[in-house]
T-cell receptor
Framework: EAGVAQSPRYKIIEKRQSVAFWCNPISGHATLYWYQQILGQGPKLLIQFQNNGVVDDSQLPKDRFSAERLKGVDSTLKIQPAKLEDSAVYLC????????????FGQGTRLTVV | KNEVEQSPQNLTAQEGEFITINCSYS?????LHWLQQHPGGGIVSLFM???GKKKHGRLIATINIQEKHSSLHITASHPRDSAVYIC????????????FGTGTLLAVQP
């Protein structure tokens, strides 16, 4: 079974530029999560999708961050414009969403804003 | 109060030592995940438990749902166990929300 795929693995951009990350969850997984992990901290939930609907985006900085999961499968997370403090690893995870099931994680995208 | 709290933040052990990492969590969390993260960022799920105890090799995870506390134990620790260990709480019901602790950085010295 293929795991959660994320791309790119690494990205370096200048502040005020835009960037997009892509995530393809495990086939059939209804729940998809995006997390931001700043160096030395635990991952912070940015947004959670159930199929193509948003369950929780309370910690998503909506003035600059946006995410979509149009067909309920893969998802993109965009930052526009980026700030220095957005430098972090962006992790995508998925789970089947039914009962107490395991979550599976992608390798993450390491973003550096200079 | 954080929804998921872990301790200690940093842990250094000698090879062969028994290691314990603790996690306490809020009301509403129905299951606990223990995850391992190596340098480079990739996260591997070690355990998911909602009651009792699970064992895999030298790793043991326990949960006490009355006290809302979970522990991860590593027996006969080895330098290759060096990593960040994170507990994450999953809320029950329709939300399925998954909230992470801050992680424990473990260094096992030979």
């Amino acid at each position: 079974e293929a795991g959660v795929a994320q791309s790119p693995r690494y990205k370096i951009i200048e502040k005020r530029q835009s960037v997009a990350f892509w995530c393809n969850p495990i086939s059939g997984h209804a729940t998809l999560y995006w997390y931001q992990q700043i160096l030395g901290q635990g991952p912070k939930l940015l947004i959670q999708f159930q199929n193509n609907g948003v369950v929780d985006d309370s910690q998503l900085p909506k003035d600059r961050f946006s995410a979509e999961r149009l067909k309920g499968v893969d998802s993109t997370l965009k930052i526009q414009p980026a700030k220095l403090e957005d430098s972090a690893v962006y992790l995508c995870a998925s789970s089947s969403g039914i009962g107490d099931t395991e979550a599976f994680f992608g390798q993450g995208t390491r973003l550096t804003v200079v | 109060k954080n929804e998921v709290e872990q301790s200690p933040q940093n842990l250094t052990a000698q090879e062969g030592e028994f290691i314990t990492i603790n996690c306490s969590y809020s009301v509403g969390i129905s299951a606990l995940h223990w995850l391992q993260q190596h340098p480079g960022g990739g996260i591997v799920s070690l355990f998911m438990l909602s009651s009792g105890k699970k064992k895999h090799g030298r790793l043991i995870a326990t949960i006490n749902i009355q006290e809302k506390h979970s522990s991860l134990h590593i027996t006969a620790s080895h330098p290759r166990d060096s990593a960040v260990y994170i507990c994450a709480g999953r809320y029950g019901g329709a939300t399925n929300k998954l909230i992470f602790g801050t992680g424990t950085l473990l260094a096992v010295q030979p």
